[in-house]
């Protein structure tokens, strides 16, 4: 399901979604200081603060998976990134084997 969807169905409207694109520490202490949710990958989980819980984005099913889109520059021969795209492909097929969907 659409995350602006999942949002609708509890009450929050889209002009209260917003993006920011900054350190995970930083996102963190946006919610622990107010009235903020953050949706974040699951990695990000093991980070401990003060102030801060996680939990599972949920539907009826149970808890809810979400896609993720990687971007590079074309041409780009960083090998650092080419490892880094092998593994998410590597979990996208893992994924789709064993049902749980796809990265």
Not at 21 to 38: E, F, N, S
Not at 68 to 81: K, M
Request: aromatic letters at 4%; one cysteine or more.
């Amino acid at each position: 399901m659409e995350l602006r969807k999942l949002a609708l169905l509890h009450g929050i409207l889209p002009e209260r979604i917003m993006f920011h694109d900054a350190a995970i520490d930083r996102l963190l202490a946006l919610a622990r200081h107010g009235d903020k949710i953050l949706l974040i990958t699951e990695g990000a989980t093991g980070i401990r603060m003060d102030g801060i819980v996680f939990r599972p984005v949920m539907d009826d099913s149970g808890p809810m998976t979400f896609d993720l889109a990687l971007c590079w520059r074309d041409g780009e021969s960083d090998p650092v990134l080419a490892r880094f795209i092998a593994l998410a492909r590597r979990a996208q097929a893992e994924g789709r084997s064993s049902g749980s969907g796809g990265v």
